[in-house]
C-alpha cells in the first residue's frame, strides 16, 4: 500500500512488471521511505534557508536607514558650511566694494583739485 503513494520511477516500474508476470528484485520500501525523509530535511533546509535571508533582508533594510540617515546629517553639516562660506564671501565682497567706492571718490578729488584747482574743505 506505501507502493502506491510513492510515485518513485522505480517503484512504479517494479509494480508494473510484477503484474506482467516478470520476476524482478523485490523493491525496497524503505528506499521511498527515505526519498519521503530526502524531500523533508531538503524542505526544512529550504526553509531554514528562507528564513536566513529573511533576517539578512531585514539586517540590509536596518542598515540602509541608518547609512540614509547618516547621509543626510552629512548634507546638513556640508549644507551649514556651505551658507556660512557664502555669508562671508558676500560680506568680503560688499567690504571691497565699499573700498573701491571711497578710492574712487579720493582719486576723483585728487583730479577735480589738479585740473581745476578747486580745494574743497
Do not use: W
Not at 500500500?1 to 517494479?14: S, V, W
Amino acid at each position: 500500500m506505501e507502493e502506491t503513494k510513492c510515485m518513485n520511477p522505480d517503484a512504479l516500474h517494479y509494480r508494473f512488471r510484477t503484474q506482467m508476470g516478470v520476476k524482478v528484485e523485490p523493491f525496497k520500501k524503505s528506499s521511498c521511505m527515505q526519498e519521503v525523509r530526502d524531500e523533508r530535511t531538503n524542505v526544512s533546509d529550504s526553509v531554514d534557508s528562507i528564513v536566513e535571508v529573511e533576517k539578512l533582508k531585514l539586517e540590509m533594510k536596518m542598515l540602509e536607514t541608518a547609512l540614509q540617515g547618516a547621509v543626510r546629517q552629512a548634507q546638513a553639516i556640508v549644507n551649514e558650511g556651505m551658507s556660512q562660506r557664502a555669508v562671508h564671501q558676500a560680506m568680503f565682497e560688499s567690504i571691497a566694494l565699499m573700498g573701491a567706492n571711497l578710492l574712487q571718490i579720493y582719486l576723483l578729488q585728487l583730479l577735480f583739485e589738479r585740473k581745476f584747482g578747486i580745494f574743497r574743505v
